[in-house]
Structure formats: C-alpha cells, structure tokens
C-alpha cells in the first residue's frame, strides 16, 4: 500500500473550482459533465472536523444549560433527555409522557460528482441521526450551500430532488429550508423527528455482555476517496450511502435495544470508542467479522485513504489495544464513512454480530 493519497485530478477545463463556468447551453453544445468533488477539499463525512479538536470546543458547553440532567434554562418547554454529554446523534426532548421531539442537522461537501446521488446520500444520512436514537423522523428543511457563480442551479435542483427522493420513503415531509451563496458546494438536512421517551437508543446505555452488530458493511469511506480521485463509480457504494436505517433502528426497539449509534465520520472505531466511554465498557471487535465493501480492500491497497480516516485513528490509537493487527487493518476499522449502517448493542435480524462489550479492562477498545 502505498503511504500517501493519490493526487486529486485537475478539474475540468472550464470547471474547476478557479474558472467561470463556459456557456455551454448559449452555445447550443451539450453542457459538460461537471465533476461535483473537485469542488470540495473533502468529500461527505470525511470533511468532519477531527473527533479530538471537536469535543476540545463542545467541552466548556457540556454539564452546563446544555446538558441532559442539568438545570433548564428559564421558561424551557419539556426536559432534555440527550443533549451533549455524550455525543449522542441527536438531541431528545420529552415533551409529555409518552411523547419525545428527535432534533438533529447534518450536511457536507460533495461525496459523488452525480448531484442527485449525491442529494439521495446526504438525506439518508441527516436522516439516520434521527433512527440513531430510536425515532421516526416527521419534517425536514434543506439546507444548501452553493457556488451560484460557478455551478449552474440546475445541478442544485438534482440535488434538492434527490433528497426529497430519499424522504418520501422515509415518510418525513420535506419543507422549505435555508440556502447561502458558498465557495463550496454543501448539502444536508436539519430534521425533526418524535421518538417514545421511554425507548430510546442511546450512547450510555452500553452494558458488559451485549453483543455488537452493524447493519452495514464498511469501506466506503476508501471508495468515495477513490472516486474522487479518478471518477470511478462504485454502485455497491451509492446502495449503501442511499439505504435508510428505518429499519434497522425498528429492529433494534422490537428486540428491546437501548444502546446504538450510526457509523458515520468518525469510523467504525471512533464511534465504538465513544459508545465504549459512555457506557464505561470495553468494545471487543471480532475483526474477522466485519462486513466490507468489494473492492475496499483493493482501493485501501492502492492508496485511497482520506485524511479524516488517518485522524480517526490517530484518535483512537491511545484508547486500542491492535493485538495482531496492523495498520492497513486499523485503517480500514477507522475508514470514514458516509451514511453507515447502525452499530447496535444487542442482535438484530440481518446484521452480523461484530464484537462484544465486556467490562472495563484498560483500553476502551480491543481487537482480536
């Protein structure tokens, strides 16, 4: 495997990120295929900021008017169940006995140069914090960023479609949004959600003896850097960005789960350590059992690795106990991905059982 990403391509001739878009259309030509990544430094959830450099800004809000169990500010309506003490995937509101809000938001730069693709990724995932912590999402508004001078708004309508594509089966409604004139091009939702407060999926509810399931396969974090890089396009990738977790979080309730969270930036690693240092547990993962992507190994192999999957790991590494493994095998662990699957503390149909919790025993995380 090679040490270093390979470098991005030059952007199209009248449309890189430095150009004004040619006229094509006042021209009578067929406009050119506009490579949505080379606008973006990053690509999806890779773009995070780093995990350690995020919590380093949250930290002076958590515990205080913030946090869940801490005092409401005057005049609030309901009690925060989650906030940002753990890191949960979205906040929860109790609002009566029986009835909880989900609030949540969640956009980034270009994943695939297909805008309705792309628009189809980025809701799925927005929606996913949602059925992350056990709710059905009920509204949603867009929120766009976009290079207007650069980029012609008809690949920003693809985008809209899409994510309205993707909310309709999810039975969310899709109202309106907010949209600002951006040196990049940036997609996502702000999304609101009910849940029952008294069966949420949540970080600190992991338990020493519960299995750890994924309901989705990795790998597609080193794909999308390969298609970035090269154009390629990886069906098998775009299926697994684009399928909501509905069903996966259902499952998880049905089967009485209390513990989960999505895989998303910070990579399967990253997000078991947080739900391991919630639940003051140790995550044991079964290495052998993780589900990949074909052709993510290939692409790891030749170099597609992002710089938020390096930071991911880097991360974690304090808190890892590798046993045999080594770093190609760490990276892929730790691979950013976009709209991942449900990593569940407990067993649900379809989803492969990864890993354990067992009680603290040093690092927060283990392989084997």
Known sequence: MTSTVPPEPEPERGRGPDREREPDRERGREPERVRLTAYAHGGGCACKIPPGELESVVAALTGRSTGAGSSPPPGAAGELLVGLDDGDDAAVVRVDGGRAVVATADFFTPVLDDPYDWGRVAAANALSDVYAVGGEPLVAVNLLGWPRGRLPLELAAEVLRGGLDVARPAGCHVAGGHSVDDPEPKYGMAVTGLADPARLLR???????????????????????????????????????????????????????????????????????????????????????????????EALRDGYVSGGTRRNLDWVRPRLDPGRFGEEELLLLADAQTSGGLLVAGEIPGAPVVGELVPFEGPHLRLR
């Open 203 to 297: 970080l600190d509810a992991a338990r020493p003896g519960l299995p750890l399931s994924l309901s989705k396969p990795l790998g597609v974090g080193v794909l999308n850097a390969r298609h970035k890089a090269t154009g390629e396009v990886f069906e098998q990738a775009v299926a697994v960005m684009t399928a909501l977790n509905r069903d996966a979080s259902r499952a998880a309730l049905a089967a009485g789960v209390e513990c989960a969270t999505d895989v998303t930036g910070f990579g399967l690693l990253g997000h078991l350590y947080k739900l391991a240092r919630a639940g003051r547990v140790t995550a044991v993962v079964d290495v052998a059992a993780v589900p990949y992507l074909d052709g993510a190994r």
